[in-house]
């Protein structure tokens, strides 16, 4: 119940850094807080598929391809949970690059910026659980109404066209809960409460900014990996001078949806 009633402030997170020499201590972290920062690492994509099997060990299930972010002064990135659907086609075979469900993500400075980039994390669980004495109305959207994920996004090509529904928090068959954030959602199309849902998608975006202003900010050094928990955690970054570079690998474990 004290969980429940936190405010919104109490969703900030900042994650314990760790080395290569804490695996016992990297899984109790992630099992606490839904995020760490593993210190030390080199600078490269084997080092982030290393970091993902030294964090979920025998419960790494599928690992997609690694991805590229370069920005040069960059404007803020706003908290969001990583998920996306991408299909292409590899020689005749459909072919997943990214998956809806993608319950951890692995994110790498490789190119620290020559000022700002401090990262912000938030715990999504803690935050919308205040939302069911808060904002009632709110809470029961995001537990109740169906929208769709990436209809906001439908020209994208590589996106399939079937509407991806579903709820903002929902849970897993064995328990665990998602709590999702995504830029992409919209009413599903003919929604007859159409109107009722933009409303609480603004609503719902405004909250969210808000609780991005009150988050505590932690600077990553080049090489270390914040591993997040993606089902509950969310993460953003402030904006920055000079470039900036990020790998990012996500992937299922064995408890994903």
Same mark, same amino acid.
């Given at each position: ?36 920062? %593993? @210190?030390?690492?080199?600078? $490269?994509?084997?080092?982030?598929? +290393? &970091?993902? /099997? ?5 419960? =790494? #299930? ?46 790498? %400075? @490789?190119?620290?910026?020559? $000022?700002?980039?401090?990262?912000? +994390? &938030?715990? /999504? ?5 205040? =939302? #069911? ?69 603004? #609503? ?54």
């Amino acid at each position: 119940m004290q969980e429940m009633l936190a405010a919104p402030a109490d969703a900030g997170l900042v994650p314990e850094r760790l080395d290569m020499g804490c695996a016992d201590a990297v899984s109790s972290c992630l099992a606490r807080d839904g995020a760490v920062v %593993l @210190t030390g690492q080199a600078p $490269s994509a084997r080092t982030l598929t +290393v &970091a993902a /099997a030294f964090a979920l060990g025998e419960q =790494l #299930r599928q690992l997609f391809p690694q991805r590229q972010r370069s920005s040069s002064e960059g404007s803020p990135v706003h908290l969001h949970a990583d998920s996306f659907d991408v299909v292409v086609d590899v020689a005749g075979v459909p072919t997943r690059r990214r998956h809806p469900d993608e319950d951890f993500a692995l994110v790498q %400075l @490789t190119r620290p910026p020559l $000022s700002g980039g401090e990262s912000f +994390v &938030a715990d /999504a669980y803690r935050f919308v659980d205040t =939302l #069911r004495t808060a904002d009632p109305e709110l809470w029961e959207f995001l537990t109740v109404t169906d929208v769709d994920f990436y209809g906001a996004w439908a020209g994208l090509r590589g996106l399939p066209s079937t509407p991806r529904a579903g709820r903002h928090v929902e849970y897993t068959r064995g328990g665990r809960r998602i709590v999702r954030r995504s830029d992409g959602a919209v009413p599903l199309h003919r929604d007859p409460d159409e109107e009722h849902i933009k409303v609480m998608l603004t #609503r719902f975006e405004e909250k969210v900014r808000a609780l991005e202003s009150t988050l505590p900010r932690f600077s990553l050094e080049e090489g270390d990996i914040l591993i997040l928990d993606n089902y509950r955690c969310w993460h953003g970054r402030d904006a920055h001078a000079g470039d900036r570079t990020t790998r990012i690998l996500t992937l299922l474990s064995a408890e994903a949806r």
